[in-house]
């Protein structure tokens, strides 16, 4: 492990001075992201107001709010460039470099994914985090910060991008099919982003969908994190969840592996 | 004569320019296509959201589904025809200036306006165009607007001035490349505030509806005149301020663009 | 025909500091410096000449050209183009010129290239009959044909040059801006541009101005050049003049019979000259003396060399002028150190 570490370091120490050199570019694109959180805050507050009931599918408008807020989170964390990355390797030819090279292909890209998000932690990530719970003190008058809540929450952050990251590079490697063009990359956000329960929560869809939805990985790359922070799972929802979240992970790093050995044998059989 | 001859000329580089867009459009079917599957289902999406919702209220600060549906169908005409015409606006803050690509333009005997924006025809707003209208068709009927002669002329004026809007915010956004070399992030910063024309102002807080009113005024590109034409009332605020905020902003864009040029000529890059 | 006077260029440099302490510091209080990019720069330029613009890289040819043709406003002095100044009423006067940057191209990506054309006849207002005959004029210099119909991102960089030099000359203007028209291209497509230029030249009288570092593109095209380093003329006058002038230098070139009797050789204590004036390569099979012919003259230097060794080639030739252009480069720097 810590040969791992030695050898892939400098491929975070990269990650992290390329997002540095783009950091202003990057802070006014992510500004501009927040803003669609700060409509859906506004459409729910109305929501609620207009509602007259406390809680809507178990959720009340601070719940809502964190969920809006943290969620958004979640998906700059758990965000991953590996099917552009790996498609635009195959394109352009590069992807037969990486196999004469003795380090492994998606260990590189993860490392260098680490660096930069080193970066959104401290600039983004730390500072809403603050935000939500600020604002959550000042609504409920109490400090509901709940440490066990954050811990499982990370926990699940983590296994939440790591999924994303394999998930994407399986997706990445379909290049060699498809030609993956912008088209592609946009059809498949617009429907992760839905599937994962970044636009509404799963709990609000009619409960068969949902209870689906909860099954297909996309709901462990932000939905089961976010509802871990809002503390809204009961302990065996939680167990049940984290066994979900390691087997989606273990059943992509498979599949990227297998896909993997089978282009490498194409490559070398075919010469590309 | 003169005008009349330039604006033919105008024209006719158009006509060229989409026709090669079009011809292209063929060669990249199937990524056209994935690319306005996603438009599309993106909208759906979204309107499927607002149904979740309206599911459990009956309405939203006074709005009907279907109110909020024809301003949001609204919201999307405008943004899909300056998508479909200014888009190359977008280039000159993300690359073409910084990659000095700009020279080519003041090599011509047009404006560098006209030149950059003729360039291009964005045909990935036919799906916006395409929605905008169908959920248009879809609540006209339910919510009564008075359809006569005077609501179709508001209605296109509307359209056509709320446009400029969106071309304005980009126009003065993008030209801060020409000082800073790139622009693209703030383009896309306040470019974003359109979607909180989408829904009516009346659910934001004192100082999102300033900003989207009087400073980035998008609330005129959607809300505003919308609710003329579902309320009927007060149609000098509603309209009059869409061609106004409208104005405004291309006589803004237009001087900024000025003399971004004029600092560009006495600079380089 | 085109008339500049002075003509100077300076630009803002803002310097910053290192790290993210200078990046703030210079965000809220700029440190400015000024860069004369082009400094004092005169010359003259008759109708139908074609005019070559050299100097290393950095020394402003690009800022000269971008001045003369509207792009970029100067800090003072003055230029005049056809009577015209470039970058007043820019809209007019680039009516009269054709512009082509080697390094980038002006048609359009996407487009087949005969769109190209089409769209710029619109922009030009060129009317129907003389596309027609421009066209056909076109085509027969730059032999377009065969790929007018592909789109531009599939041409190769030598058929792209010559689209794009087409492209700037289908509204017949008086003066054409080439800015290193030969970059990157192989020897037979470099000689086909030329040739094609020349043709121009020749049958529209058109004046030609054009940078390039390739020396070659000067002794064939060139009646006369300018050249600048640091932004300020060092030379300006015929071809033949800056080999009068700078160029004694001789190549002397021959394979010895006997490789070891070039050890009998010693030229630097027979003439006894500096490295400026005489210096000896030997690669093993050849040697090659350049030497300046008005400290020794071919005589003595064929002379002294016939005496020593027995030769089975010899001969002697001009340097060429990338040599002698080495050589002023050469001085310059030798002088500021």
Request: hydrophobic fraction near 50%; charge should be neutral; charged fraction near 20%.
């Amino acid at each position: 492990m810590r040969k791992v570490f030695k050898i892939y370091r400098p491929f975070t120490h990269a990650g992290v001075l390329l997002a540095a050199q783009y950091r202003i570019n990057f802070f006014f694109f992510i500004l501009g992201d927040i803003l669609r959180c700060f409509i859906n805050y506004f459409l729910w507050h109305a929501v609620f107001t207009s509602g007259g009931e406390k809680t809507f599918a178990g959720f009340s408008e601070t719940d809502m709010v964190v969920y809006i807020f943290i969620s958004f989170l979640t998906s700059v964390i758990a965000y991953s460039d590996g099917s552009y990355a790996v498609g635009e390797e195959i394109r352009d030819g590069n992807i037969a470099m990486r196999m004469i090279k003795p380090i492994r292909f998606d260990l590189a890209f993860l490392f260098q994914e680490l660096g930069e998000r080193l970066i959104t932690i401290t600039l983004i990530f730390v500072p809403m985090m603050l935000g939500v719970e600020v604002y959550k003190f000042a609504v409920t008058g109490v400090i509901g910060f709940n440490i066990l809540n954050f811990i499982l929450y990370l926990f699940s952050l983590i296994l939440a991008y790591l999924i994303t990251f394999y998930f994407n590079v399986c997706y990445g490697y379909s290049a060699f099919i498809l030609k993956n063009l912008w088209g592609a990359n946009f059809l498949k956000d617009c429907i992760v982003g839905f599937l994962s329960g970044g636009v509404i929560p799963l709990a609000f869809l009619p409960p068969a969908v949902a209870v689906t939805l909860n099954l297909l990985p996309f709901a462990s790359q932000t939905y089961i994190p976010v509802m871990m922070y809002v503390g809204m799972f009961d302990v065996p929802t939680i167990i049940y969840s984290f066994a979900l979240q390691i087997f989606w992970l273990i059943f992509f790093i498979i599949l990227q592996q297998i896909i993997w050995n089978a282009c490498v044998k194409r490559m070398s059989v075919q010469g590309g | 004569m003169n005008l009349l001859r330039k604006i033919h000329r105008m024209f006719k580089l158009h006509r060229i320019f989409i026709k090669q867009d079009l011809k292209k459009l063929m060669e990249y079917k199937i990524d056209f296509l994935t690319g306005a599957i996603g438009m599309l289902l993106t909208q759906a999406i979204n309107i499927f959201f607002l149904s979740v919702i309206f599911a459990r209220i009956p309405s939203l600060e006074g709005y009907s589904f279907e109110q909020i549906i024809f301003i949001y169908g609204f919201a999307l005409l405008p943004k899909a025809i300056d998508h479909l015409f200014f888009d190359n606006l977008w280039a000159i803050g993300h690359f073409i200036i910084r990659k000095g690509d700009f020279d080519k333009y003041l090599t011509r005997p047009v404006s560098t306006l006209f030149a950059v924006t003729v360039e291009k025809f964005q045909v990935d707003a036919f799906g916006e165009l395409v929605v905008g209208i169908m959920l248009l068709g879809y609540s006209i009927p339910r919510i009564g607007v008075n359809i006569n002669f005077i609501n179709v002329i508001l209605f296109i004026v509307s359209i056509f001035f709320a446009t400029f809007i969106y071309t304005g915010v980009k126009l003065i956004t993008s030209a801060i490349a020409f000082w800073t070399k790139r622009s693209g992030n703030i383009t896309y910063m306040f470019y974003m505030i359109n979607d909180f024309a989408k829904y009516p102002t009346t659910i934001y807080n004192r100082l999102v509806r300033t900003v989207i009113t009087y400073i980035v005024p998008f609330a005129f590109t959607a809300f505003f005149p919308a609710s003329y034409f579902i309320t009927g009332g007060n149609p000098w605020f509603n309209i009059g301020g869409t061609v106004l905020m409208s104005a405004v902003l291309m006589v803004l864009g237009i001087f900024v663009w000025n003399k971004g040029v004029s600092a560009y000529e006495s600079a380089g890059s | 025909m085109i008339y500049v006077e002075n003509l100077k260029k300076e630009f803002k440099k803002t310097i910053k500091d290192p790290g993210l302490k200078g990046s703030i510091k210079s965000f809220f209080k700029p440190k400015n410096e000024i860069i004369t990019a082009v400094n004092d720069i005169s010359f003259h330029v008759p109708k139908g000449e074609i005019l070559g613009f050299i100097g290393p890289n950095g020394a402003g040819k690009s800022t000269v050209i971008k001045m003369l043709t509207g792009i970029l406003t100067p800090t003072s002095g003055k230029c005049e183009i056809n009577g015209q100044i470039p970058y007043k009423n820019r809209k007019n006067y680039v009516k009269e010129i054709g512009v082509v940057f080697g390094q980038r191209t002006q048609l359009w990506w996407d487009l087949a290239l005969r769109e190209t054309y089409t769209v710029l006849k619109e922009i030009y207002e060129v009317d129907d009959e003389n596309y027609k005959k421009r066209m056909a004029f076109l085509n027969e210099a730059l032999e377009l044909e065969d790929f007018i119909t592909s789109p531009v991102r599939t041409l190769s960089l030598g058929q792209r040059m010559r689209a794009d030099i087409a492209a700037s000359l289908l509204h017949s203007p008086k003066v054409l801006f080439l800015d290193e028209p030969t970059i990157g291209l192989d020897v037979v497509v470099k000689d086909n541009i030329r040739k094609a230029i020349k043709a121009i030249n020749e049958e529209e009288n058109t004046t030609v101005i054009l940078t390039t570092h390739d020396l070659q593109d000067v002794e064939n095209l060139c009646n006369r050049i300018v050249m600048i380093d640091k932004g300020l003329k060092v030379f300006d006058g015929e071809v033949s003049d800056l080999k009068r002038r700078f160029g004694q230098a001789r190549e002397l070139n021959f394979v010895p019979e006997n490789a070891e009797s070039i050890n009998d050789l010693d030229y630097k204590n027979e003439f006894l000259l500096n490295e400026d004036d005489l210096s000896v390569e030997n690669n093993g099979v050849s040697v090659t003396v350049r030497f300046n012919s008005d400290m020794v003259s071919v005589e003595k230097m064929l002379n002294y060399t016939l005496s020593k060794t027995h030769v089975k080639d010899i001969n002697v030739t001009d340097a060429d002028i990338e040599e002698i252009i080495k050589g002023i480069y050469r001085s310059e720097v030798s002088l500021d150190a």
